[in-house]
T-cell receptor, first 113, second 112 residues
Framework: DAGVTQSPTHLIKTRGQQVTLRCSPISGHKSVSWYQQVLGQGPQFIFQYYEKEERGRGNFPDRFSARQFPNYSSELNVNALLLGDSALYLC????????????FGSGTQLSVL | GESVGLHLPTLSVQEGDNSIINCAYSNSASDYFIWYKQESGKGPQFIIDIRSNMDKRQGQRVTVLLNKTVKHLSLQIAATQPGDSAVYFCAENTQGAQKLVFGQGTRLTINP
């Protein structure tokens, strides 16, 4: 069975550009969450979506946005990139997104130059 | 505020020995805890979870202990193998919350 898939695996952007990251959840999972992991730290919550609705948002600026599609896949958009946005962006899926374990993809490594 | 922390950033053990990784949490409302393993270049991989109505839960070669009195969580790995080398994160969740709160992680290295 396919796990959570993310694309691209690596991305290099320059300051001020925008980026779109993509995620496909495990089949049957209706919730997708996004996390940012800076080198040497644990993942930090960005967004959670369930049934195409935003259910939760972490402490990130409005430059970060996301959406979930009818097939439950998701995109994370980051505008006006800053050097500090360089990180591993992880997507996780689960059945409902509440009180259950999350299954993570391998992430997209974003480097902002 | 909410936070999940780890006592040690690194842990080195001999192959075949047991490993114990500790985690402290500060949110007394947390009621669901998960341990993840993250290898280089990969996303976090689920190891084991425990809910607050339990004190102990066992899996294959792993045991999680929860002490709600002192808000402490531990992961025990029996007969540590080279493949156990990774960074281990504890994460906590509060009922109804939409997010996991992760600690900084402990890097486990195995000496031959």
């Amino acid at each position: 069975d396919a796990g959570v898939t993310q694309s691209p695996t690596h991305l290099i952007k320059t300051r001020g550009q925008q980026v779109t990251l993509r995620c496909s959840p495990i089949s049957g999972h209706k919730s997708v969450s996004w996390y940012q992991q800076v080198l040497g730290q644990g993942p930090q919550f960005i967004f959670q979506y369930y049934e195409k609705e935003e259910r939760g948002r972490g402490n990130f600026p409005d430059r970060f946005s996301a959406r979930q599609f009818p097939n439950y896949s998701s995109e994370l958009n980051v505008n006006a990139l800053l050097l500090g946005d360089s990180a591993l962006y992880l997507c996780a899926s689960s059945y409902t997104g509440l009180d259950e374990k999350l299954f993570f993809g391998s992430g997209t490594q974003l480097s902002v130059l | 505020g909410e936070s999940v922390g780890l006592h040690l950033p690194t842990l080195s053990v001999q192959e075949g020995d047991n490993s114990i990784i500790n985690c402290a949490y500060s949110n007394s409302a947390s009621d669901y805890f998960i341990w993840y393993k993250q290898e280089s270049g990969k996303g976090p991989q689920f190891i084991i979870d425990i809910r607050s109505n339990m004190d102990k839960r066992q899996g294959q070669r792993v045991t999680v202990l929860l002490n709600k009195t002192v808000k402490h969580l531990s992961l025990q790995i029996a007969a540590t193998q080279p493949g156990d080398s990774a960074v281990y994160f504890c994460a906590e969740n509060t009922q109804g919350a939409q997010k996991l709160v992760f600690g900084q992680g402990t890097r486990l290295t195995i000496n031959p």
